[in-house]
């Protein structure tokens, strides 16, 4: 089980607080630094100092790490335009050494849109399918070959198809709770399939519906990553369980339920469970981002358990 650093932030963190984790996550040996894409803050978080970009961000953690992969769970499809992403990722990828991945999804928080005067169309997953194809079009096509293409929402004339990632092959992730689409694109163009905050239930049915899928579309299934997104809320003893979920604004019952909670034995057992019903990575969603201490207990007590 591969155990991956998942960050949040829009809720309020500096560059400087992002790379401080990052760091950290590399010298424990987790397997990748994530972070969410948004400019606003959620619920009852004030959101200081105010938001930092996704990409940006990880071309700066590009040039002060050196081994940890680094990406978005997801990248907002609203947020750039698919050429422009292409160009964006292929020089962070570079900028990396080959390290990026691209989580990528249609975007679905109108609220930061209005706040940033960002346009949220009605339509999205139809442009995220075209995001899909240019994106990953762009990077595949030849050096000295051209790109083109003719969507609904997008159209690329004589691309030159410019600039190529480090990577032969960036790791492209789709995730998401749809029933039919959500497989049958991630089958089409993804390396991962990542379901986020689901029921060991829900998770191992929707790993059953991108098997379906993949297995319809002539691909092996076993091709996949298969991966979870969960908040981790670990301590040694119950009143560090507690003391860290109260940081986070949560209830330890209902994190037990719906996240990985509890001591490290219960953790093990919980992230155990998950990867019987297929799920062979876990992002570890880290809300309060200033306890490294959080970081170092999780490597050191449950890693180690899970290899």
Same mark, same amino acid.
């Given at each position: 089980?591969? /155990? $991956? +650093?998942?960050?949040?932030?829009?809720?309020?963190?500096?560059?400087?607080?992002? /790379? $401080? +984790?990052?760091?950290?996550?590399?010298?424990?040996?987790?397997?990748?630094?994530?972070?969410?894409?948004?400019?606003?803050h959620m619920g009852s978080a004030d959101g200081l100092p105010g938001p930092t970009d996704a990409w940006i961000t990880l071309a700066g953690l590009a040039r002060e790490t050196k081994r940890i992969r680094l990406g978005t769970l997801m990248t907002a499809g609203t947020f750039r335009l698919p050429g422009v992403l292409a160009i964006q990722v292929a020089q962070v990828d570079q900028m990396s050494g080959g390290r990026v991945e691209l989580g990528l999804g249609s975007g679905w928080y109108g609220a930061e849109h209005e706040a940033?005067?960002?346009?949220?169309?009605k339509e999205k997953f139809g442009r995220l399918e075209e995001q899909l194809a240019i994106v990953t079009g762009l990077w595949s096509t030849p050096v000295g070959e051209r790109f083109s293409f003719n969507g609904t929402y997008y159209q690329l004339k004589d691309s030159p198809a410019l600039p190529k990632p480090a990577q032969n092959k960036v790791p492209v992730l789709i995730g998401g709770h749809g029933a039919k689409r959500t497989p049958a694109l991630a089958v089409q163009y993804a390396d991962e399939f990542n379901?986020?905050?689901?029921?060991?239930?829900?998770?191992e049915q929707q790993f059953k519906r991108v098997r379906a899928a993949a297995e319809e579309h002539g691909r092996s299934a076993g091709s996949l990553v298969y991966s979870n997104a969960?908040?981790?809320?670990?301590?040694?003893?119950?009143?560090?369980?507690?003391?860290?979920?109260?940081?986070?604004g949560r209830d330890v019952d209902e994190l037990k339920a719906n996240g990985l909670a509890g001591s490290p034995a219960e953790v093990v057992e919980r992230i155990a469970a998950y990867q019987a019903v297929g799920s062979q990575r876990m992002y570890l969603q880290m809300l309060d981002l200033d306890d490294l201490d959080h970081l170092e207990l999780i490597a050191t007590e449950v890693m180690p358990q899970l290899s």
């Amino acid at each position: 089980m591969d /155990l $991956r +650093v998942f960050t949040e932030p829009q809720q309020g963190a500096t560059y400087e607080t992002l /790379l $401080r +984790v990052a760091k950290a996550a590399e010298d424990l040996s987790y397997g990748a630094f994530f972070r969410s894409d948004h400019y606003l803050h959620m619920g009852s978080a004030d959101g200081l100092p105010g938001p930092t970009d996704a990409w940006i961000t990880l071309a700066g953690l590009a040039r002060e790490t050196k081994r940890i992969r680094l990406g978005t769970l997801m990248t907002a499809g609203t947020f750039r335009l698919p050429g422009v992403l292409a160009i964006q990722v292929a020089q962070v990828d570079q900028m990396s050494g080959g390290r990026v991945e691209l989580g990528l999804g249609s975007g679905w928080y109108g609220a930061e849109h209005e706040a940033y005067g960002i346009p949220f169309p009605k339509e999205k997953f139809g442009r995220l399918e075209e995001q899909l194809a240019i994106v990953t079009g762009l990077w595949s096509t030849p050096v000295g070959e051209r790109f083109s293409f003719n969507g609904t929402y997008y159209q690329l004339k004589d691309s030159p198809a410019l600039p190529k990632p480090a990577q032969n092959k960036v790791p492209v992730l789709i995730g998401g709770h749809g029933a039919k689409r959500t497989p049958a694109l991630a089958v089409q163009y993804a390396d991962e399939f990542n379901i986020p905050f689901a029921s060991l239930t829900d998770t191992e049915q929707q790993f059953k519906r991108v098997r379906a899928a993949a297995e319809e579309h002539g691909r092996s299934a076993g091709s996949l990553v298969y991966s979870n997104a969960l908040v981790a809320c670990v301590g040694k003893t119950d009143a560090d369980v507690r003391r860290r979920a109260a940081t986070i604004g949560r209830d330890v019952d209902e994190l037990k339920a719906n996240g990985l909670a509890g001591s490290p034995a219960e953790v093990v057992e919980r992230i155990a469970a998950y990867q019987a019903v297929g799920s062979q990575r876990m992002y570890l969603q880290m809300l309060d981002l200033d306890d490294l201490d959080h970081l170092e207990l999780i490597a050191t007590e449950v890693m180690p358990q899970l290899s």
